[in-house]
């Protein structure tokens, strides 16, 4: 019986290992930043928002790390709900930073004056959103309906952020067109689990290559060292 309940619990403990790999690279990569960013306006932005993301995320990852090694309670189960209230808001603040970045780099590059407004607008949104009660964020069964409310205009956000890289393309040779390609599958792998994870836990699988969106996101940033002001 021991021997079966180590098994059942392999998942688990294999996603907390792969959850502190991230955590710890969050951590790292914003340290590069900053020790690398001299002057640099970008650089200092991308070391922002990478601990922005990597501590929003901690809220949220390192309860289904205690989870995995050390079981579940209810104090385990109400730190996990504020985490993903916390995480949610801080991805939000993610794109924001995000499009600063992206105006930093290409400040010559015209776009659409109502994105700004649509990515404020939609970000503000989300996050006054994530704040309702509804949310249920503390309770397990969360509120499935409230989660389509709060990620709508998020979508708004991130489809604007696609549209920026895509419209500014490889100027510069640096290659962030790539970043509109991971922000999409950074969507196309969350929004299943904002709509189906409660029914159906496997789905949350998809956060983990999810996660790999974001990486990647960060790993371009580390490849403008050198080469931005």
């Known amino acids: 019986m021991k021997k079966e309940k180590t098994k059942s619990r392999m998942p688990q403990i294999g ?15 914003a340290i590069v930043f900053f020790a690398n960013a001299g002057g640099s306006r970008v650089l200092m932005l991308f070391g922002v928002l990478t601990l922005v993301l990597g501590g929003g995320d901690a809220f949220h990852l390192v309860p289904r790390v205690v989870k995995a090694f050390h079981g579940d309670s209810p104090k385990v189960e109400w730190w996990s709900g504020l985490g993903l209230m916390v995480s949610s808001i801080t991805m939000t603040v993610f794109y924001v930073l995000l499009f600063y970045i992206w105006k930093s780099i290409f400040p010559a590059v015209s776009y659409p004056s109502v994105l700004p407004v649509l990515i404020w607008g939609s970000a503000a949104l989300r996050i006054l959103l994530c704040l309702f009660p509804q949310n249920n964020w503390l309770r397990p069964e969360g509120n499935p309906l409230w989660g389509i409310y709060r990620n709508l205009p998020f979508a708004v956000t991130g489809l604007c952020l696609v549209i920026l890289f895509f419209i500014s393309g490889n100027i510069g040779g640096y290659g962030l067109w790539m970043m509109s390609v991971a922000i999409i599958i950074s969507f196309a792998c969350y929004f299943p689990v904002v709509l189906l994870a409660k029914k159906k836990p496997m789905v949350g699988m998809l956060m983990m290559p999810k996660t790999m969106a974001y990486i990647w996101m960060i790993c371009m940033g580390l490849g403008l060292i050198g080469r931005v002001v």
């Open 15 to 29: 996603e907390a290992i792969f959850c502190i790999a991230y955590l710890v690279f969050d951590l790292i990569a």
